[in-house]
């Protein structure tokens, strides 16, 4: 037996990794992730070293090889939990164990040692209202978002300040001249007096809250570790819950992470965990440097921050002791990664607390159907919010407008008659309006505009995608048809490709309501740093009348105005060639009616369809997640999809499409032999969604079955065989567990 073993360990250097033998009397102390004692380079140094692998196979010449002297004595430490969970990542979603380790291990990197540095309110609180209201008078923006959050935390962090909040210095020095703020170098004033300045609780829990949290509480320190479920409705008080619980695992002298997906990541989020735990918080998002987020990880390590917040690579935040996972909006897509390894952040967070002996908590309003499956058969605890938290605060009046009939009517603009009026009447009471476009799908189907069916794969029940104008497939069977003429249910000539993009929609709406200051905000308009941010507080502020959107405006923001919601082609989610595409949209459009009226006013969401009565809508509409979720689990299990089955996907890829015909027929071929007698059904293999990128042709094989353990073993198989085929060199092959 040999290991791989790698001595520095920081994500640069995995690559460098270095063979030893292992001696009979180790055998059972070396495994994965464990510290060893090896003879390194001519002189034979002592050094210590991480065991990254275990392998028959020997690298070179075995006389060569030296052997491991001994395990380095109470050395498990964060990095050999971390070792061992990209091994479990490597073979639980096939990768190379190099891509695992990149994916957990930091980027070492020390930042210019730039000390962090907070900003302090000097202020009374007097004088902090009336600075906040001569800078609300006069227009200056940046300071009074400032100035309110000292209102809420008189210590906001310099770098929160500035990512988050979008200040630059010409807001802040102006200030510091005043003397109304001062910029101090934590260890200054890092005392135990500021740091606990937190206000502690805010809100009292009503029954149900209360509830969750005493049987969390009481089941932890019974030592039951173990995942819950959190189905909470939009404003239901999810995050208070999270809250006392974190508050409670911190006492016990552990450390929590908290996921939040990027999206939502806003500084309205964070400041609520400052607001409680103060300098305990630290967060990582995507737009910080590598030497950043070192940063922030070596304060864990040190358990000088306690909770980490960020997006899904928060997971890999290498605390000491840690007794807690919060995974907020389960539901999320971004929890899952698109480069290999490709994981589920709520499949390695229950790798993860299992690994510490941790708990984990997911919450979400609209549970994905894993999550809620397992909430309902037991294996999650499963806890209800069922009533909106704040007093007086309402759930949304919905309206579902059916654009069949506003065609009928003659009606060929994309307002119909009812959101028309809506809007004219928020204009005239001055109160805001967010319009609505769930973009994904974007024009790649073909849809009847007098019927409103759109064109579908007989067999599989997914919509097939428009190629080059002129013919239809499904990527899930390879059926293929040339484009009809008429619409094959009802015989319409009105049909198309279907979609309409942000920009044309904000041209339309200034072009209707010409007086109306209107906000647009999706990729373009967001890709400078800090851009999505400064939208939102704009329209937060009252800067503007109606904000035109994708995805984007529909998470974790709380806009008190918000009188109504419009969602204006509700489908445009519901025909993709991804199975998922009906929980996408249930989701989507729940998540919009939520930001309408969450405050003392009531809301409207004005729903419009072409499909009122596909229950991914309709469901939506009465705000009926467990209707929808008995239903879409109906389509899944007709069609064995996840959850109810598990489905592989193995994609092929290569510049030579005649060398990825022999790959795909002849993995195809290995895979029917491996999955004789095992109830595998094969799907393809067929060509991907876009066959062709960059000049490499794509394609899948589809693999189902209820037991995950086979789909494993088929894969590691795949994994073995793969290398010795003629084309290896040539195709790429990834797995991805859907
Ligand atoms: P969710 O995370 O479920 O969307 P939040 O925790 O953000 O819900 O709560 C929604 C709003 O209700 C917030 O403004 C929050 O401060 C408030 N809130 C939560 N719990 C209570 C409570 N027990 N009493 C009063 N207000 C509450
Ligand atoms: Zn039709
Ligand atoms: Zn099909």
New binding site residues.
């Given amino acids: 037996m040999y290991a791989n073993i790698i001595i520095d360990i920081s994500h640069e250097k995995v690559d460098k990794l270095f063979q030893y033998k292992i001696p009979p009397a180790l055998f059972h102390q070396v495994e994965t992730g464990v510290q060893v004692w090896i003879p390194f380079g001519a002189g034979n140094q002592k050094r210590k070293g991480y065991v990254v692998e275990l392998t028959k196979k020997a690298e070179y010449d075995p006389q060569r090889i030296k052997e491991i002297i001994g395990i380095v004595e109470g050395s498990v430490t964060a990095e050999t939990q971390l070792i061992q969970l990209a091994w479990w990542m490597k073979e639980r979603y096939g990768s190379t164990m190099n891509q695992a380790l990149k994916t957990v291990l930091p980027v070492k990197q020390k930042v210019r040692q730039k000390e962090k540095r907070d900003l302090v309110c000097l202020l009374t609180k007097q004088d902090l209202q009336s600075a906040l209201e001569e800078a609300n008078k006069k227009g200056y923006q940046a300071r009074a978002r400032l100035l309110k959050a000292f209102s809420d935390n008189p210590v906001v962090p310099y770098t929160v300040a500035v990512n988050q909040m979008n200040l630059t210095m010409a807001t802040i020095k102006p200030m510091v001249e005043k003397q109304m703020v001062s910029l101090e170098s934590e260890t200054l004033y890092r005392n135990p007096s500021i740091s606990q300045k937190h206000e502690g609780k805010l809100?009292?829990?009503?029954d149900q809250?209360e509830m969750i949290v005493q049987d969390f509480i009481s089941r932890y320190d019974r030592q039951i570790r173990e995942t819950s479920l959190i189905y909470?409705i939009?404003?239901?008080?999810?995050?208070?819950v999270y809250l006392e619980m974190i508050d409670h695992v911190l006492n016990q002298n552990k450390q929590v992470i908290v996921l939040i997906p990027e999206i939502a990541l806003t500084y309205q989020t964070v400041l609520r965990f400052y607001r409680r735990f103060g300098n305990q918080v630290s967060v990582i998002n995507s737009k910080m440097s590598a030497g950043e987020r070192y940063d922030q990880f070596e304060r864990a390590r040190t358990a000088q921050v306690k909770i980490m917040i960020g997006p899904r690579s928060a997971l890999f935040t290498p605390f000491p002791s840690l007794g807690l996972i919060i995974m907020d909006e389960e539901h999320e897509g971004a929890y899952k990664s698109e480069l290999s390894p490709r994981y589920h952040a709520r499949e390695v967070a229950e790798k993860l607390s299992c690994m510490n002996l941790a708990s984990l908590v997911l919450g979400s309003?609209t549970p994905s159907l894993e999550a809620f499956s397992m909430g309902l058969k037991g294996r999650f605890r499963l806890y209800r919010?069922t009533r909106r938290?704040?007093?007086n605060?309402q759930i949304a009046k919905v309206q579902v407008v059916d654009l069949r009939e506003e065609l009928k009517a003659g009606n060929k603009s994309i307002f119909s008659q009812a959101l028309k009026e809506a809007m004219e009447e928020r204009l005239k009471h001055g109160q805001q309006t967010m319009l609505f476009l769930n973009r994904r799908g974007y024009a790649s189907f073909v849809s009847c505009r007098s019927c409103g069916q759109a064109l579908k794969c007989p067999h599989c029940d997914v919509t097939l995608t428009l190629h080059r104008g002129d013919h239809l497939k499904c990527h899930y069977c390879g059926y293929e048809i040339s484009m009809p003429q008429r619409c094959p249910s009802c015989g319409s000539p009105y049909i198309a490709g279907f979609g309409t993009g942000t920009q044309k929609i904000e041209y339309l709406t200034k072009r209707l309501f010409p007086e109306a200051r209107v906000l647009r905000m999706d990729l373009d308009t967001t890709s400078k740093k800090g851009g999505h941010e400064e939208i939102l507080s704009s329209f937060a502020e009252g800067g503007s009348d109606i904000l035109i959107g994708t995805q984007m405006i529909v998470k974790g923001h709380?806009f008190p105005n918000v009188t109504l919601v419009g969602v204006l082609a509700a489908d445009l989610s519901l025909y993709s060639s991804d199975f998922r595409c009906g929980e996408r949209t249930f989701q989507l459009l729940t998540q919009a009616a939520g930001r309408a009226g969450r405050d003392k006013q009531s809301g409207t969401v004005i729903i419009q369809t072409y499909n009122p009565d596909h229950y991914s809508i309709s469901c939506a509409a009465s705000q009926d997640y467990e209707s929808f979720y008995h239903k879409e689990m109906a389509f899944r299990e007709v069609l064995r999809y996840p959850p109810v089955s598990q489905l592989l996907s193995v994609m092929m890829a290569g510049k030579e499409e005649e060398v990825l015909n022999q790959a795909a027929a002849q993995i195809h071929q290995w895979v029917l032999s491996m999955a004789e007698g095992r109830q595998v059904e094969l799907i393809g293999p067929t060509e991907a969604t876009i066959y062709k990128v960059n000049d490499i042709y794509r394609k899948i094989l589809y693999l189902k079955q209820e037991n995950y353990g086979i789909l494993i073993d088929i894969k590691n198989r795949l994994e073995d065989l793969s290398p010795k085929a003629p084309w290896f060199s040539q195709v790429m092959i990834q797995y991805d567990f859907a």
């Fill in positions: 809100v009292v829990l009503n809250q909470g939009t404003g239901s008080g999810k995050t208070e309003a919010l938290a704040k007093e605060s709380d």
